[in-house]
């Protein structure tokens, strides 16, 4: 059974940079894609982007320009770093996992999610 | 991009009622389409993949159909535990988008 665990900082200022951490315990780490997903309070969920396992990814192009998504494998790790962050970045976050031979392409595992505030 | 528009965005319903969401997608997602479950302070859960077909462990109350633009979700008697919002969400092509979400409340 594969679990996520996340971490980062939970409060920024305007302009900083959000880094968050998803490590990946139990299943095999490069069977799969590691996403990055957001949802502002209250509102619906936004896809930020993905991660192979050998570091191929694939971004929302609204958040282009601002994000990037690493990895590490030795560490059965990946990472989101969002610059420039606005109060509109202020979201929980949340880290998924999807099986690259999985039909659906649909997001079988889940972190338990991260509130990320943005405030001067 | 694909816009996901679901109908209705809410919802009441009693216990025992069956209950029907649609999801429209803005241009053809063959049969891409997955329906997730979120229950306050917790992640999404999948519970319908590639239209059709019943993640493991999900109740068979819960059935997807549809394909192309457009789509379903019904709860055939729904419980309890099924209060909760509901999104679709297209795998067809990035950026992946889903739904505005559909709130099932208690009536």
């Known amino acids: 059974q594969v679990q996520l665990q996340q971490w980062g900082a939970g409060l920024l200022k305007p302009s900083e940079t959000l880094s968050l951490t998803c490590a990946v315990y139990?299943?095999?780490?490069?069977?799969?894609?590691w996403n990055w997903i957001r949802q502002p309070p209250g509102k619906g969920l936004e896809w930020i982007g993905e991660?192979?396992?050998?570091?191929?990814?694939n971004y929302n192009p609204s958040l282009k320009s601002r994000v990037t998504i690493s990895v590490d494998t030795s560490k059965n790790q990946f990472s989101l770093n969002l610059s420039s962050v606005t109060a509109a970045d202020t979201s929980v976050y949340y880290c998924?996992?999807?099986?690259?031979?999985?039909?659906?392409?649909?997001?079988?595992?889940w972190g338990q999610g991260i509130l990320v505030t943005v405030s001067s | 991009d694909i816009q996901m528009t679901q109908s209705p965005s809410s919802l009441s319903a009693s216990v025992g009622d069956r209950v029907t969401i649609s999801c429209r997608a803005s241009?053809?997602?063959?049969?891409?389409l997955n329906w997730y479950q979120q229950k306050p302070g917790k992640a999404p859960e999948v519970l319908i993949y590639?239209?059709?077909n019943l993640q493991s462990g999900v109740p068979p109350r819960f059935s997807g159909s549809g394909s192309g633009t457009d789509f379903t979700l019904t709860i055939s008697s729904l419980q309890v535990e099924d209060f909760a919002t509901y999104y679709c969400?297209?795998?067809?092509?990035?950026?992946?988008?889903f739904g505005q979400g559909t709130k099932v409340e208690i009536k």
């Open positions: 590639a239209a059709s």
């Open positions: 969400q297209q795998s067809y092509t990035t950026p992946r988008t």
């Open positions: 998924a996992g999807r099986g690259i031979a999985m039909p659906g392409r649909r997001y079988d595992y």
């Open positions: 139990g299943g095999s780490f490069s069977s799969y894609y």
């Open positions: 991660t192979s396992h050998s570091g191929s990814t």
């Open positions: 241009q053809s997602v063959s049969t891409y």
